[in-house]
């Protein structure tokens, strides 16, 4: 079965700390694509990476990383030095490429991200 | 700039009134989806369509039906409205596969639900 888990249900940090949010997924196929959005508090989920099954490398983004390993069926996001305007609540979402499903996204619960000044 | 309109933003209805959710998406994308956002539970797929007056349930689809008349818009319909039908609902779109996968989605900024 699909699923997508990010254990962490909330995260406090200080400006200028670097964070990590976790997303494990489990998947029956062999291709699938990995996804990560942001919430902020307006509501409106914001993508920020896609990247498919056949693709390790990790991908840096300004003051975002992530960090895919197939051999513990992770995606990691790393936020280096975070700010304020980070906070907001991140989900890590899976789709996998099999007739039928047409991209659509399992969603983890969401990991709700809060940076004090 | 891409744009998923949902068409209110706040909403308030009764227990047993009929609710349409509108949501209209200006990228010619082929895939909508709604999707049900509750504390804890993260979003959870209702349905979504691939085509045209094309449609398949998701997770949850009891309690629900949707409409897809032209490509760009995507309706939500609650038959008989009921107070755990409140919620946060998010549409969303995406362009069909790409690299033969698929591909990001967009969202609309969501309607918040409120059934009494």
């Known amino acids: 079965a699909q699923k997508v888990t990010q254990a962490q249900t909330e995260i406090s940090v200080v400006e200028k700390e670097d964070v990590t949010l976790d997303c494990v997924y489990e998947?029956?196929?062999?291709?699938?694509?990995l996804f990560w959005y942001k919430q902020p508090p307006s509501g409106e989920l914001v993508f920020l990476i896609r990247?498919?099954?056949?693709?390790?490398q990790n991908e840096i983004s300004g003051r975002y990383s992530w960090n895919f390993q197939k051999s513990t069926s992770s995606f990691n996001f790393t936020i280096t030095a975070s700010q304020v305007v980070d906070s907001a609540v991140y989900f890590c979402?899976?789709?996998?490429?099999?007739?039928?499903?047409?991209?659509?996204?399992?969603f983890g619960k969401g990991t709700k991200l809060s940076v004090k000044p | 700039d891409v744009k998923v309109t949902q068409s209110s933003r706040y909403l308030v209805k009764r227990t047993g009134e009929k609710v349409f959710l509108e949501c209209v998406q200006d990228?010619?994308?082929?895939?909508m989806f709604w999707y049900r956002q509750d504390p804890g539970l993260g979003l959870r797929l209702i349905y979504f369509?691939?085509?045209?007056?094309?449609?398949e349930k998701g997770d949850i689809p009891e309690g629900y039906s949707v409409s897809r008349e032209k490509k760009e818009r995507f309706s939500l319909i609650l038959e008989s409205a009921s107070t755990n039908q409140t919620s946060m609902y998010l549409c969303?779109?995406?362009?069909?596969?790409?690299?033969?996968?698929?591909?990001?989605?967009?969202f609309g900024q969501g309607t918040r639900l409120t059934v009494v």
């Open positions: 990228m010619d994308h082929e895939n």
């Open positions: 990247r498919n099954s056949f693709d390790e």
């Open positions: 998947t029956r196929d062999t291709t699938y694509y």
């Open positions: 979402a899976l789709s996998e490429n099999y007739g039928g499903s047409q991209g659509n996204l399992i």
């Open positions: 369509s691939y085509d045209v007056k094309m449609k």
């Open positions: 969303a779109s995406s362009s069909a596969f790409r690299d033969r996968g698929p591909t990001e989605a967009f």
